[in-house]
């Protein structure tokens, strides 16, 4: 008999089995025969884990697998029949080598079993919040994440039959207060834009475990380089490979990744929605994988020495960066993120928004362009591009105040960085800097 929804509510509500519910097979998965560098650190994955060395030609390094469907044979018939077509290789939206290869590389960066690669971060995170919610299902979210993830709670969920509330991302017994009977997952950013506030992690996860739901972590700004959240229990964790994960400013994607079990829960979410990501994508994105852990030192290391100067510069009111002693949650970041703090600086200048535009113009470093991650350095300001959906009063009650800027800090030699904002800051206040 085919089971109703309010059956499934019953078992729910009598314990842990609503994702075990999934009847279809498993085998051992996508994981061709490379291995995860189990043991190494992250220099050492970037480079090599996950990596085809097609065996026809000897090539090294993952060819491009530029096709959208494979001879069929009798593996695929049955892979069909049991329904575990993501272990086959059938048809590109199920799955490529070329896929397999990014995903492998980037579940040994997460300390993950599994991984799926999409078209954007956005289909990676509809595709992962839909593919874990049912009628009926409530989540918790914050009103400080991304846009484009707030759009799609506030306006498809209804459509669903789903809904959410939105809370603070930092205040534990908020989040708790918003839990209602359906609610089955709480959905967050690491670290926050644009003001870069920490989630507490692991307090997060507690308060899940207490009422049974599951947590899905946005990444995007701290990157599994700076905190792995699955390591900290996290059941899921996305990113928008876009950013710092591919970090050239020339691809649109999205990652995630979560136990194997989990990841069986999204793939086939995936085939329905289709943000599968394509071939090509994928061979762009492992490349550039390769000098991840490379570059996220640089960004770290740049975000923090430029931290440190504009907090201690004249013209400058205030310096968001969880690295920095004056950060509200210094303490949690420190003990979450190890030391590691992202290339993610936001900072209000003196005399407003008309000086923060003057900046940007008289930066000849950092490009004046929304999205970050990359190798260049871009700045914006969060009035006019990510938060331009508010109004004044709205923008300044979540603290978006006057002047406030976003800088995104590239691989750029830091001294080039420096000297860079100091002309600029002196051409806007006509006098030498004074360093407090
Ligand atoms: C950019 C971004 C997204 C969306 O990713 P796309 O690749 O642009 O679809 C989601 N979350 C965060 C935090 C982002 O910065």
């Given at each position: ?10 078992k729910r509500s009598e314990g ?363 700045i914006s300001l969060p009035y ?53």
């Open positions: 008999m085919k089971k109703s929804y309010q059956d499934i509510e019953q842990d089995i609503w994702f075990n519910d999934l009847k279809r097979k498993r085998s051992q998965g996508p994981t061709l025969h490379s291995n995860r560098y189990e043991g190494c650190s992250a220099s050492t994955k970037s480079v090599h884990a996950g990596q085809y060395d097609d065996p026809t030609t000897g090539a090294l390094g993952t060819p491009i697998f530029q096709c959208s469907t494979f001879y069929l044979n009798e593996a695929s018939y049955e892979a069909i029949a049991e329904g575990r077509g993501r272990d086959e290789m059938i048809y590109t939206r199920y799955g490529n080598p070329s896929q397999w290869s990014v995903q492998e590389k980037l579940s040994a960066l997460e300390n993950a079993e599994s991984t799926i690669v999409f078209s954007s971060g956005m289909a990676a995170i509809s595709t992962a919040i839909l593919g874990m919610l049912d009628k009926g299902s409530h989540v918790v979210s914050s009103r400080d994440i991304y846009g484009g993830t707030y759009n799609f709670l506030y306006e498809d969920l209804a459509k669903y039959g789903m809904s959410v509330s939105f809370t603070s991302p930092t205040n534990i017994k908020d989040i708790e207060a918003n839990i209602q009977e359906h609610t089955k997952i709480l959905f967050f950013e690491a670290l926050t834009n644009p003001l870069l506030k920490v989630t507490p992690i692991e307090a997060l996860v507690a308060l899940a475990k207490k009422y049974n739901l599951r947590v899905i972590i946005d990444n995007t700004f701290l990157t599994p380089y700076n905190v792995k959240p699955l390591d900290l229990g996290v059941d899921l964790v996305v990113n928008s490979a876009t950013k710092y994960l591919n970090g050239h400013s020339d691809l649109i994607g999205g990652t995630v990744s979560g136990s194997r079990k989990l990841i069986d829960v999204i793939w086939p979410q995936m085939l329905k929605n289709g943000g599968a990501m394509d071939p090509h994508g994928c061979f762009l994105l492992e490349r550039s994988l390769k000098t991840f852990a490379l570059r996220m030192r640089t960004h770290n290391a740049n975000a923090m020495a430029l931290a440190t100067y504009l907090e201690n510069h004249s013209h400058i009111k205030k310096v968001y960066y969880p690295g920095l002693a004056s950060h509200d949650q210094h303490e949690l970041a420190q003990q979450q993120l190890g030391g590691k703090y992202s290339g993610m600086v936001s900072f209000e200048i003196k005399g407003g928004d008309k000086n923060a535009h003057s900046l940007l113009k008289l930066l000849k470093l950092p490009k004046e362009a929304t999205s970050l991650g990359g190798v260049e350095s871009l006019n591009t990510s938060q331009a959906s508010l109004t004044k009063e709205q923008q300044n009650a979540i603290g978006i105040n006057d002047g406030l800027i976003r800088l995104s800090v590239g691989v750029e030699d830091i001294e080039d960085l420096i000297s860079d904002f100091n002309q600029a800051l002196h051409t806007i206040f006509k006098q030498q800097p004074h360093y407090a």
